[in-house]
């Protein structure tokens, strides 16, 4: 078949008119945010949405000049900074080819070892297919091979005859563990009522993957599919990743940096257990894994810290000398308590801040931590 180039990929006239119409409200929208946000609270939360607005306004914007044009002998991608030139006998192979109903992307890797990533509006046709296939595809390669070395595990059964349908039944399950995990942890970040449960079940999960590899015996692996075996790693990621996250928005620890080595010990220790069931981790999935460690291990620590210690709390008056206000929470300025100095900034709910006044008083609890790590509530004088 003899195809007609030059061929060109953007948006058609009114989906671009539309396409910039919404960049331009989500751009005002932002910026409407920013300019009216009040200085009460939640504070914190007005820049976020207005950032997210404000970006998502500009990307849609600058992905109007994205065009993509096909030659014979070569193709001409206009970003959104430079145009990139690239001929046909340039190019060594193809990876992350994406195909969406709003426009497509892949990556072009060039003799020079050096990559074009092309990220554009339109719908891919056959002629964008016929000309990209032509070259080999890294991702089909991968999956190619990652689908060779799942029938050559022994783990999925005896011979190569039984293993696909273990291999079927196994991908199964693993795809309704991962659902339960992202949703878990879609409970644990966006509202963790009731809040024991919620992070109970968060700690939990990833504990169960990691059970659940040893019980597979070879058959799953806590990162992505690969060796041989499927991974289970949507049963644990955005869960740890959570606990992390709720350590960090929700729990008084006295002392920060204490707590950080404290974590980071646990998760020293979590990553060795990690390691005895992944062999063969790169460098890339090994700093994965140590920040999903990490917050698992330090969000873990702070919670348990909090939820098992049963000791007295100790009790501090201070006097509030300013009311700020911030991106994370109500910060209060109150005067020293435990090894805090005068001036430092305790964090309230949105109630507790309505009420307080500068010059007024309030106290600081703190409790010893049944790891040793001393933490804090605040209350009215009792």
Known sequence: MNDIYPRVY????????????????????????????????????????????????????????????LYEDRFEYRGLVATRRVARQDIVRTANVRHQTTGMSLTVVLKSGRKVKIGCPGRADEVFARWFDAFPNAQAEAEEAQGEALLANPAFGPDEAVRPAA???????????????????????????PYPVCLMTLLALPAAAYGLVILSRGRWSLGDAKDGRLGIDGLAGLPAMGVGLRAMLDDGVVDWILAAVAGGVVAL??????????????????????????????????????????????????????LETGEHGNPVK?????????GNTVTVGDRDYRELKVGGTMCIFVFPGAARIPWYQYGPCK
């Not at 109150?334 to 005068?342: H, I, Y």
């Open 167 to 193: 291999i079927l039944r196994d991908h199964r399950w693993l795809t309704w563990l991962s659902r339960a995990g992202w949703a878990a942890g879609m409970w644990g970040l966006i509202y963790p009522w």
């Open 10 to 69: 953007k948006y058609g006239p009114w989906t671009a008119a539309l396409t910039g119409l919404c960049g331009l409200l989500f751009a005002g929208a932002g910026a409407a945010l920013v300019l009216l946000a009040p200085k009460t609270n939640p504070a914190w939360l007005i820049p976020v949405i207005a950032d997210g607005l404000a970006g998502a306004g500009v990307i849609v914007v600058l992905s109007l000049t994205c065009r993509l044009t």
């Open 269 to 322: 220790g979590l990553l060795l257990l990690v390691l005895a069931v992944e062999h063969r981790l790169k460098w890339g999935q090994m700093a994965v894994m140590m920040a999903v460690c990490y917050a698992y291990g330090w969000g873990g620590l702070i919670y348990l810290n909090m939820h098992f210690d049963n000791a007295p709390a100790k009790t501090y008056p201070v006097r509030v000398l300013s």
């Open 334 to 342: 109150v005067t020293a308590w435990a090894s805090r100095p005068s």
